[in-house]
T-cell receptor
Framework: ELKVEQNPLFLSMQEGKNYTIYCNYS?????LYWYRQDPGKSLESLFV?????AVKQEGRLMASLDTKARLSTLHITAAVHDLSATYFC???????????????FGKGTKLSVKP | GAGVSQSPSNKVTEKGKDVELRCDPI?????LYWYRQSLGQGLEFLIY????????KSGLPSDRFSAERTGGSVSTLTIQRTQQEDSAVYLC????????????FGPGTRLLVL
């Protein structure tokens, strides 16, 4: 069974602090995405990682992908309240066979940034 | 330009009734995807369309669920004889083609089965 495991699932941070969210997956893939979801809202694409060693940065967020370790990280630098949301990683299995569709999502990390 | 739209935004129905959920993808996007988001199961893939055909229906949870897409545009997800466990947010996404990296998600339809 294909698995995508995120940790932590809940994260309470103080403003100004740094932290990393981890996304481990159990299948072969070199495409992984990070999405953000605000309460009651839909998913917003944050990062598209398409190869081993890929690193993308946007503001206080930086995502990386290690396909050999089957691990992606989302690093938060100097957190601010506006970053409070749920963050999902999704592994793209299109082209790798199997019968689970195209994206396998982690359970999400609910981030709360407090003053 | 317009994003992915879904209707209705909220739907409350009684157990045993049929419901239809609609998705309007971004104009020109050939690929369309349906997902379900629930507290217990997280985000689950249901089905995707390439044009009007659905090469992968593997995620549909039971034969009460069906979907169609007409004219390469609008898609309808139908749930027959709804059950309480069908309560979830149903998300639709589209992309320019099946292999495209980014899927653009709609706002979702929140379904509550009483």
């Amino acid at each position: 069974e294909l698995k995508v495991e995120q940790n932590p699932l809940f994260l309470s941070m103080q403003e100004g602090k740094n932290y990393t969210i981890y996304c481990n997956y159990s299948t072969t893939s070199d495409r992984l995405y990070w999405y953000r979801q605000d309460p009651g809202k839909s998913l917003e694409s944050l990062f598209v990682l398409l190869s081993n060693g890929a690193v993308k940065q946007e503001g206080r967020l930086m995502a990386s992908l290690d396909t050999k370790a089957r691990l992606s990280t989302l690093h938060i630098t100097a957190a601010v309240h506006d970053l409070s949301a749920t963050y999902f990683c999704a592994v793209d299995i299109r082209g790798y066979g199997g019968s689970q569709g195209n994206l396998i999502f982690g359970k999400g990390t609910k981030l709360s940034v407090k003053p | 330009g317009a994003g992915v739209s879904q209707s209705p935004s909220n739907k409350v129905t009684e157990k045993g009734k049929d419901v239809e959920l609609r998705c309007d993808p971004i104009s020109g996007h050939t690929a369309l995807y349906w997902y379900r988001q629930s507290l217990g199961q997280g985000l689950e893939f249901l089905i995707y369309f390439q044009g009007n055909s659905a090469p992968d229906k593997s995620g549909l949870p039971s034969d009460r669920f069906s979907a169609e897409r007409t004219g390469g545009s609008v898609s309808t997800l139908t749930i027959q004889r709804t059950q309480q466990e069908d309560s979830a947010v149903y998300l639709c996404a589209s992309s320019p083609r099946w292999w495209a990296e980014t899927q653009y998600f709609g706002p979702g339809t929140r379904l509550l089965v009483l």
